[in-house]
């Protein structure tokens, strides 16, 4: 077991790229201390949790005490301060799942993998270890029982498919979200929530089965919203393929505003830093 | 006479790749920016403000007004934050629009900056939706490269910057001005008010926050126009929305429905409950809205009619319960959820919720007696409206709503000396007809 204070992996200063990192993310701001919540999401994605010198390196950047960074840190549950595995799996228990069985998903999995809530297993070698938490509702109640790995979606449940799906991620097998891409590990995952993409936007579908339900039923029926009828403040503009039609030039332009990466979405926010650069040194900006 | 369901939001949702440039181009948008551009700021808000849009994150407020609070000519920069914290238990419709559709959204975004004068927009989406995290990502990405976002945009000489921005878990956030200080970097916490965000939000700047549903709304507004939207819905709950079906239903999802329809409606549309049983509690718009029943079947779905009935439209998250579920135990874990995200700056949320778990902890364990139920309607009344924000009303609701429908339920489980339910009949996984 780590010791959650242990210090050999905190010994020295951050390196030099996850600085530059951290520095590109203020950049995205006109004030910099709003970058403190991806920052914290970087940091977690190097070193695996929010480390002392995690916690000293953004209240050195941002200027601001380490008991200000602590306290943030502290507030909001997605950032933790013991190791995290190489996967979270987070079990929906708020009421709704619970009721569809969440609680029993909960139940099966502590038993399974011999840990309790907030707790990692034991790495056998592989460093394939799961932390298993108790989530509050993750917007999919329509997907009941959730459970999500790394935040993706697991959607409708059960003891036996959770607990072959935690089996797969200690195995080393590819993991796909039932309405995403393929499993990616919580550093991975946390790396993205600091705003650096990771090119898997375009995997999984765009809709689950539930979400398009009403879809679904409207076309069984032939259902649909009136019809436009352009007559207020529209002036005869169309939001259909015919009144698109005439804006060939605008067209061409997206038809190529793909970029091959999604690396060039850093490259574009790059863009606006010369803009905001100048909040930073006003911290009340503004004016 | 509009149709049951009305499609606009989800229109698309199962289009081959929604989610690119390209397929939400191919459906008209982006169009309604040069209708926006050829247009005053002034007109655009009015525009909204004649369509009857209204907040879609749970309060009703009108959405046109709320814009046309924001100073002109101030000299302070104004920023547009959209609130994509979807944390309210059994509200699931924004983070399915993103996921399917972001491009909406990002037009949304454009074209209230523009109406209310901001050249800086934020995104502020809840951290536990990786997949939505990226889906907005990239369809920024694929706007800024398009010219649809960055300067002079469309030849117009606005510029706007907009920027996906993760959250870290708390259901404080979506609270708007806790939202604005988490957004700041700090804790969320709310913010005394006035001033309101319209006057001193964001940096301290002339600040709007709408829902993503919301946002979401304008473009079709723009290019079908104010009466179309009004076309559809109630006297004063305007336009389609979505309302989204879980739990104990046949068919669980999102409907996409005039304003004003009713859960019987929805519910037949969706198969009904669950094979062999009976609705038993629901709630309308998130666990923060007073639990209804199924005397409340008609009652007309929109911000006028579920208030008319002792409960809030909120968020449309039909939460449907049926006859196997324990009201007590429903109810603790809501209570348990409010108690785990209260922030902690008040007193009688923070202290209050802790009791209100430990007194129904009791009650629920059958360790209870009469007067604990009387001690726990005090103890609400001693919460409900004297905290900071509304997050505490949310948690007294599921507790005062379920006595007032099911208060020999309570009764039972001391009398019972426990639990009369059975848990596992409640779940997905439960034989079919499985007593109650």
């Known amino acids: 077991m780590t010791v959650s204070t242990g210090s050999t992996d905190e010994a020295g200063p951050l390196d030099e790229q996850t600085l530059a990192e951290l520095r590109q993310v203020m950049a995205r701001y006109p004030q910099a201390r709003s970058a403190l919540l991806p920052m914290l999401h970087l940091l977690q994605s190097v070193e695996g949790r929010v480390t002392a010198r995690g916690i000293e390196a953004c209240a050195d950047l941002l200027g601001i005490s380490a008991a200000e960074v ?16 190489a996967y979270h799996v987070g079990v929906c228990t708020n009421t709704l799942c619970a009721v569809m069985g969440g609680d029993a998903i909960f139940e099966r999995l502590k038993e399974h993998l011999g840990v309790g809530n ?13 932390t298993l938490e108790h989530v509050e509702c993750n917007a999919a109640c329509d997907y009941a029982p959730v459970v999500m790995v790394n935040w993706e979606f697991m959607d409708n449940q059960t003891p036996e498919s959770a607990t072959r799906l935690v089996d797969d991620l200690r195995a080393g097998r590819e993991v796909r979200s039932t309405r995403g891409p393929r499993v990616c590990t919580w550093r991975e995952a946390e790396r993205v929530l600091a705003g650096f993409p990771d090119d898997r936007a375009d995997e999984g579908p765009a809709a689950g089965p539930a979400s398009l339900l009403g879809l679904e039923i409207a076309r069984a029926h032939g259902w649909s919203a009136p019809p436009a009828e352009h007559d207020s403040g529209a002036e005869g503009r169309t939001g259909d393929e015919g009144g698109a039609a005439g804006r060939t030039g605008l067209d061409a332009q997206t038809a190529m505003g793909r970029a091959p990466s999604e690396g060039a979405v850093v490259e574009s926010g790059a863009e606006t830093v010369g803009e905001d650069a100048g909040g930073q040194q006003n911290p009340k900006g503004g004016s | 006479m509009v149709d049951t369901l009305t499609p606009v939001l989800s ?24 209708t926006a551009f050829a247009m005053s700021q002034d007109d655009v808000i009015s525009m909204v403000k004649d369509s009857g849009l209204r ?57 209230t900056c523009y109406a209310i004068r901001a050249n800086h ?64 970097g700090r804790r969320g916490q709310p913010r005394l008010r006035p001033p309101f965000p319209a006057v001193a939000g964001l940096y301290a700047a002339p600040t709007v ?92 779905l929109d911000y006028e009619g579920v208030g008319a009935a002792g409960s809030m439209l909120g968020t449309k998250a039909l939460q449907i319960f049926d ?24 007193t009688p949320c923070r202290e209050g919720t802790w009791w209100l778990v430990q007194t129904l902890a009791r009650l629920e364990r059958g360790r209870g007696e009469e007067r604990d139920l009387e001690m726990l309607l005090d103890q609400c009344d ?7 924000c509304a997050l505490a009303d949310g948690a007294v609701s599921p507790i005062t709503s379920s006595i007032q429908y099911f208060r020999q339920e309570y009764v039972d489980h001391f009398e019972h000396g426990g639990c009369p339910f059975d848990p596992a009949a409640s779940t997905l996984f439960a034989p079919v007809g499985a007593p109650a």
């Not at chain 2, 979807?86 to 909406?104: F, I, Q, Y």
């Not at chain 2, 329809?261 to 049983?277: E, I, K, N, Q, S």
């Open chain 1, 70 to 85: 602590s306290g943030v840190a502290t507030f909001y549950t997605m950032y933790k301060r013991r190791p995290v595995g």
């Open chain 1, 118 to 130: 907030d707790e990692t297993t034991p790495d056998d070698g592989t460093g394939e270890t799961i």
């Open chain 2, 11 to 34: 229109a698309h949702w199962d289009t081959d790749r929604a989610w690119t440039l390209e397929s939400y181009t191919a459906t008209g948008g982006y169009a309604a920016l040069d």
């Open chain 2, 55 to 111: 907040g879609r994150g749970g309060a009703g407020f009108p959405t046109g007004m709320k814009w046309g609070f924001i100073p002109q000519g101030d000299g302070k920069p104004h920023y547009l934050v959209v609130n994509a914290d979807e944390s309210e238990p059994g509200t699931c419709k924004d983070v399915p629009l993103m996921m399917a559709t972001p491009h909406t959204l990002v037009e949304g975004v454009i074209l």
């Open chain 2, 121 to 184: 927009a934020f995104i502020y989406v809840r951290g536990e939706v990786l997949h939505v995290v990226r889906r907005l990502q990239r369809a920024v990405q694929e706007a800024y490269l398009a010219g649809h976002l960055g300067t002079d945009i469309h030849g117009s000489g606005f510029d706007l910057e907009v920027t996906v921005h993760a959250g870290a878990g708390a259901y404080i956030c979506g609270e708007e001005t806790a939202l604005l200080d988490s957004l700041e």
């Open chain 2, 209 to 300: 926050i709408n829902n993503v549903e919301s946002i979401a709304s304008v473009p079709v507004i723009l290019r079908n126009g104010a009466d179309w939207f009004a076309s559809m819905g109630t006297e004063k709950s305007k336009g389609m929305t979505l309302y989204s079906l879980s739990g104990h239903v046949a068919r669980p999802g999102q409907l996409e429905a005039p304003l004003g329809t009713t859960l019987r409606r929805l519910l037949d549309l969706a198969g009904g409950v669950r094979a062999g049983h009976e609705l038993k509690f629901w709630t309308p718009g998130g666990s923060s809205t007073p639990i209804l029943t199924a005397e409340h079947l008609d009652v007309p």
């Open chain 2, 323 to 346: 006859d196997t579920t324990c009201v007590v135990r429903a109810v603790l874990r809501w209570t348990e959820f409010y108690k785990h995200e209260s922030c902690g700056k008040c």
């Open chain 2, 382 to 388: 001693n919460i409900l409206g004297r905290s900071f």
